[in-house]
């Protein structure tokens, strides 16, 4: 037997949280009402207002994120100077039975985020892909973390999770009778990015 040890370098964060109670029925009847007032989307609908963190009716909803994207930048980004990640867009995804929603990227954002306000544990999940380019690619017995493509997380009502903005992502055609509704946002930076000695200084 052959003793070794295999690290990973560079790896995608996937961040995960759980805001640990139920929505309040304010917070559940403005997500039923906001879903009179969408848009076509590839594959499923969203809500008109992209600025939806900005309603009362989410003001909690908006403060677990920001918590949760704080936590995030510094467990992960751990910056230098004294840097926030400021939540800009915010939308609602519905999403029916045999629905999906395209593969896609985040542009002009840091880290992005799905909130999910009702998911089914059993058929929901959230997929991502390598962007990497393999022109050689062996045919795989098992995957792993190392020599797949894409992963899948199962999504969860009240989870949240995170990944940099430029991480591809999308889901599969929706199975089972419950409408998936996630709540999507996008981060950018606030404050001092880079290095003023280094000529790389940023003040947002």
């Given amino acids: 037997m052959i003793k070794s040890n295999i690290e990973s370098i560079f790896p995608t964060p996937i961040y ?23 848009q076509d989307n590839k594959g499923n609908i969203n809500t008109i207002d992209n600025y939806i963190l900005n309603n009362s009716e989410f003001k909690k909803i908006k403060k677990f994120l920001e918590e949760c994207c704080d936590d995030y930048l510094q467990k992960v980004i751990c910056p230098k100077n004294d840097t926030k990640l400021r939540i800009t ?14 593969l896609h990227e985040h542009p002009n ?42 992963w899948w997380f199962t999504a969860q009502t009240g989870q949240l999770v995170m990944f940099p903005s430029s991480t591809s992502h999308q889901v599969d ?27 790389a200084e940023l003040i947002l």
Avoid at 24 to 32: A, D, G, R, W
Avoid at 89 to 102: F, L, R, V
Avoid at 174 to 199: A, C, Q, V
């Fill in 173 to 199: 055609f929706k199975k089972g009778s419950n409408t998936r509704i996630s709540l999507s946002f996008n981060t950018f930076y606030t404050g001092t990015i880079g290095d003023n000695k280094d000529l």
């Fill in 89 to 102: 867009q915010s939308w609602i995804n519905y999403t029916e039975e045999n629905q999906y929603h395209h």
């Fill in 109 to 150: 954002s840091v880290v992005s985020g799905v909130f999910y306000i009702d998911a089914d544990e059993k058929n929901d999940s959230i997929k991502f892909f390598d962007k990497e380019y393999r022109q050689i690619f062996p045919a795989i017995n098992k995957f792993n973390l190392w020599n797949s493509t894409s």
């Fill in 16 to 38: 995960m949280a759980n805001i640990d109670r139920r929505l309040t029925n304010k917070e559940l009847s403005f997500v039923e009402d906001q879903k009179k007032h969408c």
